[in-house]
């Protein structure tokens, strides 16, 4: 048996290479047909501006032979525009060269500093402008070469991932890679989730503080819910202002000591 399957294993490779050269001479003798864009369904780009992008490829390549034309080059010419995620081109039976393109792919949509881009999920930019609109969750920091957006990616595909957090947070403020703020539609309170470590642990935790506590002290009873630190939500109490009946008094901020009994969540509770 351990003969028959190595001589039927040589066959099959001898098949392999016979067949793969036999290709390479059709295509050194073969012409092109043309090179076709594939349809695509995406407002961040259309065929017609595939072929545009092409030039005068398309009608010349009529008179080259199918071996004469570099799909590499093109592939690779294709992908590196920014609207554009990733491009096959593909020599069919019938002697046309496809070109399949998949658009860019807008997982959040950054505003840094003055600027305004949408990035994929390898970080791949496009600008934002009024025909390039997706849906997407809202990120905003000051992002630097040490700090660049593709950082708070984990923290957009958790929230993408789960119904009620892409429900409820509305922006996430990247201040730093420590110190990522959450601002969830009810207003009142922001949350700080830290670095990316450990968010499933992060967001039990914030699970059982809006389970428990909120409801029971009110929504804007704090302004910062805290769950950098494990086993814990540290939360801050909102600082009240007095309103003095005259216009000419300062108005002082009055800062309530800390409900130490309702900071602290403990995760065996």
Partial sequence: MKILRVILSLV???????????????????????IVVDPIESRFVTAKEITRELGSLPEQSAKMRIHQIDTDSIERMLASIDNIERVRCIVTTDNRIHVEVDPLEPVARIFDRDSSYY????????????????????????????????????????????????????HIKAYDRRNVILVPMIHGHV???????????????????????????????????????????????RVKRLHQAISTVDIEAEQELPDIGTMMIDENN
Avoid at 14 to 32: D, F, H, M, P
Avoid at 143 to 151: A, V
Avoid at 152 to 167: A, E, K, Q, R, Y
């Fill in 12 to 34: 099959l490779l001898a098949y392999i290479v016979v067949a793969v050269s036999w290709s390479r001479n059709q295509s050194a003798t073969e012409l092109c047909r043309g």
């Fill in 119 to 170: 990035i994929n999920r390898a970080g791949k930019r496009i600008s934002a402008t009024a025909r390039y609109h997706s849906d997407v969750p809202i990120v905003s920091g000051a992002f630097t070469k040490e700090f660049p957006p593709t950082e708070v990616l984990p923290l957009v595909s958790f929230i993408n991932n789960d119904s009620t957090w892409s429900t409820l947070i509305t």
């Fill in 191 to 237: 949350i700080n989730i830290g670095d990316m470590d450990n968010l499933g642990d992060k967001f039990d935790r914030l699970r059982l503080a809006y389970k428990k506590i909120l409801p029971v002290k009110g929504w804007d009873f704090y302004d910062t819910l805290s769950v950098k630190w494990r086993g814990q939500v540290v939360a801050t109490r």
